[in-house]
């Protein structure tokens, strides 16, 4: 039973098997399945995200699975460990907007004695 939750059976029984014909063709019917597990899952989870940004994070999670998969070492279920990425992609997205625009403060400038005050040392020591 799935709780009202939509249903998706990739990967099945035998992850290792997935795994293991991912890492070794890249064109395989497994890659086709996890893009629709991903879109699945991000158009499900991403919330407050524009939906002209959603293709963007679907190729990032596409993208950060290509990279790690080959270092998957099935600590945890395939899908527990997609959802991390997606999860981790989809807060990114939430966290660039915030940053744009916003400037650091400036340094302090060494030489300036004010700026050393209340550090902790005495300058004519």
């Known amino acids: 039973m799935t709780d009202g939750k ?5 990967p099945g ?3 290792r098997l997935v795994v293991e014909d991912m890492i070794g063709d890249r064109h ?3 890659w086709e399945e996890c893009n629709k597990f991903v879109k699945r899952r991000v158009y499900a989870k991403a919330k407050n995200i524009p939906s002209d940004l959603l293709e963007d994070i679907i190729q990032e999670v596409m993208y950060k699975i290509a990279k ?4 998957f070492r099935f600590q945890c279920a ?8 997606i999860e981790g992609c989809i807060i990114d997205a939430h966290r660039k907007p915030q940053n744009k625009g916003r400037s650091h403060p400036p340094l302090a400038d060494p030489s ?3 700026d050393r005050e209340g550090e902790g040392f005495n300058v004519g020591e």
């Open 28 to 30: 395989s019917k497994h």
């Open 112 to 114: 300036n004695e004010s």
């Open 78 to 85: 395939l899908k527990t460990w997609l959802n991390q990425i």
């Open 13 to 15: 029984a035998d992850e």
């Open 68 to 71: 790690y998969l080959p270092h």
């Open 6 to 10: 939509p249903f998706f059976p990739w």
